[in-house]
């Protein structure tokens, strides 16, 4: 169970991870560990995704998570990997403040003068998460973890141009609890930009891979706006990181990821300024 903190009803709830016993016992034998975080395994479950013959999970899926159809467009699915990647009827951007990119758990950390984070008591240099040195001492890490429910596009915060874009290769470890004695956010597939905003500076926007997501799509646009589509995830839990320098954080999120609780953000609400 996790924590997660609802802004519109100003409580803390709990959450279930999806397959969190499971994932517990796997994670505790290393050679089935390795297995089920290896690429291969991805690939197999996202071409049977693809295919029709995967259409038949869709009702299911939306009655154990819950999920409300009516805010997202109306479409014939013709595959699990199609509805899994649907769209929201509609998305209100705030027009002040930073915003967040997705809608997902999202919990912020301070970046210290020698350049590292410390994340659910794991120390991370910035370095080892974007293969290079940049300067983001005193500033902050957006951690914001997608639930395999959530709406999986995720959009740009602010208007600006894109300066560079790196993949990098990695494993495909779950993002819940169950694999904390791992650094995830080191050792996933990841792929990052460098974007210069209207507003904010240069901030470097992540998306990290997790289990059994074979893919992150990136839109290849060297311009964009704030609240434009900048891409989605296939299949499975994943993670946006946004690093950034000239921030002001919403005092309900820090205060929160100071107590390791999850804050509930959607695409385009305010999350700091």
Same mark, same amino acid.
């Given at each position: 169970?996790?924590?997660?903190?609802?802004?519109?009803?100003?409580?803390?709830?709990?959450?279930?991870?999806?397959?969190?016993?499971?994932?517990?016992?796997?994670?505790?034998?290393?050679?089935?560990?390795?297995?089920?975080?290896?690429?291969?395994?991805?690939?197999?479950?996202?071409?049977?995704?693809?295919?029709?013959?995967?259409?038949?999970?869709?009702?299911?899926?939306?009655? =154990?998570?819950? /999920?409300?159809?009516?805010?997202? *467009?109306?479409? %014939? #699915? +013709?595959?699990?990997?199609? $509805?899994?990647? !649907?769209?929201?009827?509609?998305?209100?951007?705030?027009?002040?403040?930073?915003?967040?990119?997705?809608?997902?758990?999202?919990?912020?950390?301070?970046?210290?003068?020698?350049?590292?984070?410390?994340?659910?008591?794991? =120390?991370?240099? /910035?370095?080892?998460?974007?293969? *290079?040195?940049? %300067? #983001? +001492?005193?500033?902050?890490? $957006?951690?914001? !973890?997608?639930?395999?429910?959530?709406?999986?596009?995720?959009?740009?915060?602010?208007?600006?141009?894109?300066?560079?874009?790196?993949?990098?290769?990695?494993?495909?470890?779950?993002?819940?609890?169950?694999?904390?004695?791992?650094?995830?956010?080191?050792?996933?597939?990841? *792929?990052?930009?460098?974007?210069?905003?209207?507003?904010?500076?240069?901030?470097?926007?992540?998306?990290?891979?997790?289990?059994?997501?074979?893919?992150?799509?990136?839109?290849?646009?060297?311009?964009?706006?704030?609240?434009?589509?900048?891409?989605?995830?296939?299949?499975?839990?994943?993670?946006?990181?946004?690093?950034?320098?000239?921030?002001?954080?919403?005092?309900?999120?820090?205060?929160?990821?100071?107590?390791?609780?999850?804050?509930?953000?959607?695409?385009?609400?305010?999350?700091?300024?």
């Amino acid at each position: 169970m996790t924590q997660v903190y609802n802004r519109i009803t100003k409580e803390v709830e709990e959450t279930k991870h999806f397959g969190g016993n499971t994932l517990n016992k796997i994670y505790q034998v290393p050679i089935l560990t390795k297995l089920v975080t290896s690429k291969p395994l991805s690939k197999i479950y996202g071409f049977y995704n693809r295919t029709f013959l995967s259409k038949h999970k869709i009702n299911k899926f939306i009655n =154990t998570n819950n /999920i409300d159809m009516t805010i997202y *467009e109306d479409k %014939d #699915y +013709k595959s699990f990997n199609d $509805f899994f990647i !649907r769209k929201l009827k509609k998305i209100n951007i705030s027009k002040k403040g930073f915003i967040s990119p997705c809608n997902a758990k999202v919990l912020v950390y301070k970046i210290n003068k020698n350049l590292e984070v410390k994340v659910k008591n794991i =120390t991370y240099k /910035i370095n080892e998460l974007v293969d *290079e040195k940049l %300067d #983001y +001492k005193n500033g902050y890490i $957006f951690i914001y !973890r997608l639930a395999l429910d959530d709406y999986h596009r995720f959009h740009y915060i602010d208007d600006g141009k894109r300066l560079k874009r790196k993949k990098i290769k990695g494993r495909l470890h779950t993002v819940s609890s169950s694999s904390s004695n791992y650094k995830i956010y080191k050792e996933n597939e990841r *792929e990052y930009s460098i974007l210069q905003t209207k507003n904010y500076g240069s901030i470097i926007y992540m998306e990290v891979g997790a289990l059994l997501v074979g893919k992150i799509i990136n839109y290849d646009k060297s311009t964009f706006k704030r609240g434009e589509e900048k891409g989605y995830f296939l299949p499975g839990g994943s993670t946006v990181i946004i690093i950034v320098k000239n921030i002001k954080v919403d005092k309900d999120i820090l205060e929160n990821s100071k107590k390791n609780i999850e804050t509930i953000v959607h695409v385009g609400e305010r999350v700091g300024e």
